[in-house]
């Protein structure tokens, strides 16, 4: 439950790169099959689309708050 926790927390941090890449792994899956690599794609997209969303949202000064105060302490 714990490892969970953490992966929900800290969501836009692992989002985007694993959206990167599987971006980048789409034009090879899309090579085997069109329907996977369209899946990929879709997939990538959507990590990084709400990755983006949360931090917008100012998730990460709720997600990880003692990076957040280490960052904007005086």
Do not use: Q
């Amino acid at each position: 439950m714990g490892i969970l926790y953490g992966l929900v927390r800290t969501f836009p941090f692992w989002g985007i790169p694993l959206g990167i890449v599987l971006l980048a792994n789409s034009k090879r899956a899309m090579s085997r099959s069109k329907m996977r690599g369209f899946f990929v794609f879709v997939l990538g997209l959507i990590f990084i689309g709400l990755s983006v969303l949360f931090l917008m949202n100012r998730g990460h000064e709720r997600a990880v708050p003692f990076v957040y105060e280490i960052l904007n302490s005086d």
